[in-house]
């Protein structure tokens, strides 16, 4: 097809379009019609006041002297020499550059969003929230608990980019945080404390800390316990809530009633920072285990037999996000987390973890310890059951033979 009829016929097109009452997406190739806004400008723009599109791949640069244009137009050249690094750190410098022209009457988001739209159609601010979600997807992925947000840069970038296009941003959960940290943890509900414990997983891990804390109690009580000895082999084991929490090497020795206690006592005092809405720490927790709050008597037993805010902070995440049974004790608990608002961080049980415990203690306690060992013994042991009972049929077998002979 000639060029000139190929031109007729986009130009026919196009003119179909615009009796519809398309009109361009900024000097991109791209149509669209605001039907559901019948007040918007488009819609009192002349046909012949539509602009034409910018083609960035046939266009000049040439109108300007060597280097006039990086020197005049900095932004503009790093968005169409896809620098992005010295995009972002001229936006850092200069917000107000989101808004300059150049010779083109184009500004740097006309010139992002014609080098976008001509590959995929999406636009910078899509693009870089894509950005961001394959960012923490990848990293999820790859390694456990080395997501802690995004950058504060990415999240700067994206909060100028949607003021600079007219879009609406809420404010952050807490005021005393920054306008674009409602970013740095993907919220999507605008009720996350500190931007990323949201409502649902606030109140899952408050009902499993609850509920763990009431469950190991009442396991001990069906123990004939003796003062000063310890609890019976196999107890933490084989019958305490959340044993599988505590580590081998103290769950195998000789464990005391008052660890237990102390062990409970962390649970209640992981619920009752969460019921008092203070900010969710090793430190806090720590603190409500104090004398000013309850006795911490067994708190102290169990600190110094080495047991660890950690062990039960680690049990409660857990059946919060990856064990759900301790929710579904009580109907009712599944109902209160429902009516609360939805949220992508509703189940960032290892975002919760890197945060509260860090990133190299959140490897250390991330789910329940199997006793393998045991498993493998136990195993070992049914094996050589069968081998003996083998070896006995073969010998009765060969004194009957004896006996024939």
Request: charged share 25%; with cysteine; proline share 6%.
């Amino acid at each position: 097809m000639a060029e000139a009829e190929r031109s007729a016929i986009s130009a026919g097109l196009l003119h179909v379009f615009h009796r519809a009452g398309f009109r361009r997406v900024a000097r991109t190739n791209w149509l669209a019609l605001a039907f559901k806004d019948p007040s918007h400008p488009s819609h009192h723009l002349q046909e012949s006041n539509d602009p034409t599109s910018f083609d960035m791949d046939e266009a000049s640069f040439d109108a300007l002297p060597p280097g006039d244009r990086e020197r005049r137009f900095p932004f503009h050249s790093a968005m169409v020499n896809m620098d992005t690094e010295g995009a972002l750190a001229y936006i850092q410098a200069n917000l107000a550059s989101i808004h300059q022209k150049d010779d083109l009457n184009c500004t740097p988001l006309h010139v992002a969003a014609e080098i976008v739209c001509n590959n995929r159609g999406d636009t910078p601010i899509s693009l870089l929230e894509q950005h961001m979600r394959g960012d923490r997807d990848f990293a999820t992925a790859l390694v456990r608990f080395c997501w802690t947000g995004h950058s504060d840069e990415t999240c700067q970038t994206l909060m100028a980019l949607k003021l600079a296009a007219g879009q609406q941003v809420p404010p952050p959960s807490d005021p005393s945080m920054p306008a674009w940290s409602v970013f740095k943890y993907d919220c999507s509900c605008g009720q996350c404390s500190s931007g990323w414990l949201s409502p649902r997983m606030h109140k899952r891990l408050y009902i499993c800390a609850d509920t763990a804390a009431s469950l190991v109690r009442d396991a001990l009580s069906f123990q004939e316990v003796v003062p000063r000895r310890p609890l019976p082999p196999g107890f933490v084991e084989y019958e305490l809530p959340m044993g599988e929490f505590i580590p081998l090497d103290i769950r195998g020795g000789e464990v005391f009633q008052s660890y237990i206690k102390g062990y409970a006592e962390v649970f209640d005092a992981i619920a009752s920072v969460l019921k008092k809405r203070e900010k969710l720490t090793l430190q806090s927790i720590l603190e409500r285990t104090s004398s000013q709050y309850r006795e911490s008597q067994y708190v102290g037993f169990y600190l110094s037999k080495g047991g660890l805010v950690e062990h039960a902070l680690n049990a409660v995440i857990h059946n919060a996000t990856v064990d759900d049974e301790l929710l579904h004790l009580v109907p009712e608990f599944v109902s209160e987390i429902e009516d609360l608002p939805a949220c992508v961080n509703d189940s960032a049980g290892d975002l919760v973890r890197a945060i509260v415990m860090g990133k190299d203690n959140a490897r250390k306690h991330s789910g329940p310890i199997r006793n393998y060992r045991r498993n493998l013994h136990n195993n070992d042991y049914e094996d050589d059951e069968d081998e003996d009972e083998d070896e006995d049929e073969d010998g009765s077998d060969e004194e009957e033979d004896d006996d024939e002979e």
